[in-house]
């Protein structure tokens, strides 16, 4: 896969940053720090004005597959910081709607609405801020993880799965949808529901992934209907 011009390349520093005090700080939280501070994609994105490192993946994804088209109608599902909205945003996307938990700070060119996808009045409410069917829905969303690797991979492939069925009810014909799983098994019910709805599904783990992620995304495009 080739990346984007405006990806790092994440073999090009030379020198790592070492956290020196770890005073008040557990294990976990300062090899939190050391990663932050040694992720080319985390200085990048602040650089680049990001709003995180996960807009490179979409970035990736988007220069591989082509998902985000002039003039098209994207909805963000768990947008928040806004990063994905972000990127839709600058590529052309003539509407941009992000829903979340969390409030979100305004961002240039996109509606945030604060609430539960899963809400039912919230179909509704999203294609009226759309101003009708979503051309690509994007998910990603995971839940906060037990360290139970098992467990972990059952609640966001179930999360995926909400992502999904709410897909169904607010895609355009020939559509795209995006979506977070964890490697493991337990998304291949899923992957078959996505091939009757899709032309094409793919499992996709873009270079901003990282490495040690069991993380993947999937990427269905065609949307035809059904589930």
């Known amino acids: 896969m080739s990346k984007s011009p405006s990806s790092p390349d994440p073999g090009a520093r030379s020198l790592s940053v070492v956290v020196r005090s770890a005073r008040g700080r557990s294990a976990g939280s300062q090899r939190w720090l050391a990663r932050q501070l040694n992720d080319p994609y985390v200085a990048a994105a602040r650089a680049q004005g990001w709003r995180s490192r996960a807009a490179f993946k979409l970035i990736e994804l ?4 082509k998902l985000i088209r002039p003039g098209a109608r994207v909805l963000d599902l768990g947008a928040a ?4 909205s972000q990127v839709a945003a600058r590529r052309g996307a003539a509407k941009v709607v992000g829903v979340d938990l969390l409030a979100i700070d305004p ?6 609405i604060k609430g539960d996808f ?4 919230m179909p509704a409410r999203l294609e009226a801020a759309l101003d009708g069917k979503a051309d690509l829905v994007l998910s990603d969303m995971a ?12 609640r966001i492939v179930a999360l995926a799965e909400l992502a999904f069925a709410f897909a169904l009810e607010v895609l355009a014909p020939g559509g795209a949808f995006v979506a977070k799983v964890f490697q493991g098994g337990a998304e291949r019910t899923i ?3 996505m091939k009757r709805s899709f032309g094409s599904v793919r499992h996709v783990k873009p270079p901003a992934s990282r ?3 069991s993380e993947v995304y999937v990427v269905a495009t065609g949307f035809r209907g059904g589930g």
């Open 81 to 84: 910081p806004g990063g994905w």
């Open 62 to 65: 988007d220069d591989r597959f």
């Open 118 to 121: 899963a809400d039912p009045e």
């Open 107 to 112: 961002l240039a060119g996109v509606v945030f």
């Open 143 to 154: 839940p906060n993880t037990t360290g139970h690797g098992a467990t972990d991979h059952l």
């Open 211 to 213: 490495k040690e992620s």
């Open 191 to 193: 992957l078959q529901r």
